[in-house]
């Protein structure tokens, strides 16, 4: 890995409170790496590494351990800020743009252990999380990388290209292969300046129902629900088949989220009709603001 890029890239620590609403799914201690692109210590990784964060922690190619506060997190690209409280001294990588960056291309896909897999894309594609998360153009790549949470993307002149957020599996061939989903950096571009400013893009909070799905040839079968959220209270669970959102019926797990969204605000009550054991019938579930339920950073 080129020196430069290297030092750009720290390895980040996170704790988070045992109370947090997502400790549960994501763990009180969770590692990655992030991107240092300010050198004033601005780093840039993967959100889910920091949600609910009371501690982060910087450490640089050399050992030197840094802490940091949580600036931002966006839930609609999943990037997430941080600010180092001490001076990191270290090189910023110049954002590239990723909507430039073809299938074919060779990249560089690199984490803070000095680890760097040379790679390719191998598709620019929707990407529909279980998490209700959706990106109309994903960056995936093979071969993968073994420790993706927050790891770089950068071209041949070591511009950042994206952000490492998954490791998983596609049909190669005739083979399955392990890729990993990349968030491309250009969605940072236009809401950067409020994630620093307002520690989320401004934008109308969607509608959250606190489900964890799955598409199964179309169909969108409920993998579990979260404790308290508004698909809990409602009675949805584990097995349902959401079929139909208000008065759309659903077309896979992508069409599911634009149906929900489109239902208006967070707030908004979202009817929808499920198949449970072969049977249909309709639940009212009251969304609710996801950022509602989770525990604010503590300034420093």
Known sequence: MDHALQRAIVALRAHIPDEAFTAGSLGTIREGSGVVIREDGLVLTIGYLLTEANEVWLTDADGRVVAAHVLAYDQVTGFGLVQALGPLDLPALELGISGKAAVGDMVTFADASGKSVRTAIVAKQEFAGYWEYL??????????????????????????????????????????????????????????????????????????????????NGEVVVMSVAEGGPAAAAGLQRGDVISDVRDGEVEGLADFYRKLWSTGSAGAEVPLRIVRDGRGSWLRVKSADRNSFLLKPQLQ
């Open 135 to 216: 990106l109309e153009e994903a960056i995936f790549i093979a071969p993968a990388h073994p420790s993706w949470g927050g790891a770089a993307l950068v071209d041949d002149d070591d511009r950042l290209l994206g952000i490492g957020s998954l490791r998983l599996q596609m049909m190669r061939g005739d083979e399955v292969a392990d890729i990993n989903m990349v968030v491309p950096i250009d969605l940072l571009r236009p809401i950067l300046d409020e994630m620093l400013t307002l520690g989320a893009p401004k934008r109308e909070a969607r509608p959250w129902l606190g489900v964890f799905s799955a598409d199964n």
